[in-house]
């Protein structure tokens, strides 16, 4: 074979897998990184099955916000990381029922609901972003293309309307004090852009990390919530900033979010117990949700050191992500034990 011949052979090959790998997105990255966590604790990084209808939390019995279908879409999630297709459904019963209540504009509001503005629909279309990235870098892609390609001009009508001037105030005014919610916001973004080839929601995903950066202080590694520390949010700000850099990557900001989780081991003890002291939002009855005091969120905070130990091979991360989990464990024996 002439050289020529083989060198245009070799370049169509190379170009060949590079359109496989930019079709399925950061070359399988996030997919590869949570099959790095061991399944027996990925399991306890929160979730929820949606009901016959389709509907998760304060939605069942009605509809109304999207924020509450999120729980569903992380559980699909961990069922495409097992190549689970059961789970997987139960994810797009969640999905097709959320869409269900989608208005022409993009938006979910309904009528008297507190829960469907641009905040709450953020919330969803980062999740359910991050949800179709990760299937389509799995081996369930081909039985879901279809489905796929269905969903992204709905999820694109969504991106579109939180990209609106008016919507993306409403969401700094909303959000300009939580730097993790400015980092859901910057998943929506972000990643629906990526999903749709749309480059300028990417840019506007960048513009809100950059606005939930000018809460971060660099010299310990905290974002700031209300003004303080608050170790639930952290490892939700921490847990988004990482997923981000997975999907866009940035030297600075994977060292702004391995500091971020280095100060988020040391609030966990030897017990697996995080320490809440000085919380500005949770574990002291300072916020409340769905009337009940906020308390730290166990699930989220064993995600975070995950994903962080998944990323750098840190087995600090690995460790207290155990202990977090254990002390769960033990936790739900005495109360079995109680019953």
Not at 1 to 21: D, E, K, N
Not at 79 to 91: F, L, M, R, S
Not at 298 to 316: K, M, Q, R, V
Request: glycine share 8%.
């Amino acid at each position: 074979m002439s050289q020529p011949r083989t060198t245009y052979l070799l370049a169509a090959i190379v170009s060949f897998f590079i359109g496989i790998f930019t079709a399925t997105g950061a070359f399988g990255q996030q997919l590869a990184v949570l099959k790095k966590i061991p399944p027996e604790l990925l399991r306890y990084t929160g979730g929820a099955r949606p009901d016959a209808e389709g509907l998760v939390e304060d939605n069942r019995g009605g509809f109304r916000s999207p924020e509450f279908q999120r729980k569903a879409l992380w559980r699909m999630i961990r069922g495409i990381v097992a190549g689970n297709p059961t789970v997987v459904e139960d994810g797009w019963r969640a999905i097709d029922a959320t869409f269900r209540h989608q208005s022409p504009d993009g938006s979910f509001s309904q009528a008297g609901s507190p829960h469907g503005g641009p905040s709450a629909a953020a919330l969803f279309l980062a999740d359910l972003s991050e949800a179709m990235l990760i299937l389509q870098e799995s081996r369930l892609a081909t039985m879901y293309q279809e489905r796929i390609a269905q969903l992204r001009p709905k999820l694109h009508r969504t991106a579109r309307w939180l990209a609106l001037p008016k919507n993306q105030q409403r969401l700094l005014q909303h959000d300009s004090d939580a730097p993790n919610r400015l980092l859901f916001g910057a998943l929506a973004f972000g990643l629906a852009g990526k999903l749709t080839a749309d480059k300028e929601l990417e840019q506007i995903g960048r513009r809100f990390v950059d606005l939930a950066m000018a809460k971060y202080r660099p010299r310990d590694g905290v974002f700031l919530e209300k003004g303080g520390h608050d170790s639930s949010y952290q490892a939700v700000a921490a847990m988004k900033l990482l997923v981000w850099t997975i999907h866009f990557p940035d030297e600075k900001l994977q060292s702004a979010s391995h500091k971020a989780i280095c100060w988020l081991r040391e609030r966990i003890d030897a017990q697996g117990q995080v320490d809440v002291s000085g919380n500005t939002r949770t574990g002291l009855g300072q916020e409340r949700w769905r009337e009940r005091p906020k308390e730290v969120n166990l699930s989220e905070i064993t995600l975070a050191l995950l994903y962080h130990y998944a990323l750098t091979g840190d087995n600090d991360s690995l460790a207290a992500a155990r202990r977090v989990v254990e002390a769960r464990r033990a936790k739900e024996t005495v109360g079995k034990a109680e019953d």
